[in-house]
């Protein structure tokens, strides 16, 4: 197994296009997390899927972002009418055990112009 | 509102000595506590897991402790090396809940 793989790794987009990012997580994981940096910061939670189910979802989330783990494998998230201010580096996790921490994957690096 | 806060300035320190950094939390009662590593451009990485009922945690060169009354953990890291340079993240969570991390401390250890 190679890890949390997400993809792409950078995309630029105009400001009002719907983006689509995907996360491969480790496959024993059964969570899978998706979160939010932009420079300087911690990572901003997002959403968390126990296997299908989406158990969690931040408050701070706009109902532009979507996400979504069909079959409880891979995962999703989408944003819709893209803003400048969704500019950041989205960051995949999965985990199996909390001893164990997260895995993250490298990132997907939004820039939206 | 919950609040989890790590020294924003970069500790520089010199290679040998132990770095130590800190993190404090309010309104917030953690099932556990959690350390990462960030390289710049990379996800961050597990390094330790500190439980409510446990004071300390040491895995090689480093150490947890946890005051739950203090409501701080603080991250040793012994004889550091340039390689230990990198950015440092706290994270908490409760309960089958998902983790809230600090804004990280940036370490830079000097040859």
């Known amino acids: 197994d190679t890890g949390v793989s997400q993809n792409p790794r950078h995309k630029i987009t105009k400001r009002g296009q719907n983006v689509t990012f995907r996360c491969d997580p480790i496959?024993?994981?059964?969570?899978l997390y998706w979160y939010r940096q932009t420079l300087g910061q911690g990572p901003e939670f997002l959403t968390y899927?126990?296997?299908?189910?989406?158990?969690?979802k931040s408050r701070l989330l706009s109902d532009r972002f979507s996400a979504e783990r069909p079959k409880g494998s891979f995962s999703t998230l989408e944003i819709q009418r893209t803003e400048q201010g969704d500019s950041a580096m989205y960051l995949c996790?999965?985990?199996?055990?909390?001893?164990?921490?997260?895995?993250f994957g490298s990132g997907t690096r939004l820039t939206v112009v | 509102s919950q609040k989890i806060e790590q020294n924003s300035e970069a500790l520089n320190i010199q290679e040998g000595k132990t770095a130590t950094l800190t993190c404090n939390y309010t309104?917030?009662?953690?099932?556990?506590l959690q350390w990462y590593r960030q390289d710049p451009g990379r996800g961050p990485v597990f390094l330790l897991l500190?439980?409510?009922?446990?004071k300390e945690k040491r895995k090689e060169r480093l150490k947890v402790t946890f005051d739950t009354t203090l409501k701080q953990s603080l991250f040793h890291i012994t004889a550091s090396q340039p390689a230990d340079s990198a950015t440092y993240l706290c994270?908490?969570?409760?309960?089958?809940?998902?983790?809230?991390f600090g804004s990280g401390t940036r370490l830079q250890v000097q040859p």
């Open positions: 996790a999965s985990s199996q055990n909390e001893e164990y921490g997260y895995t």
């Open positions: 496959s024993e994981h059964n969570r």
């Open positions: 899927f126990q296997n299908e189910a989406q158990l969690e």
């Open positions: 309104n917030y009662s953690p099932a556990y």
């Open positions: 500190i439980r409510e009922n446990e």
């Open positions: 994270a908490l969570a409760q309960a089958r809940r998902a983790l809230t």
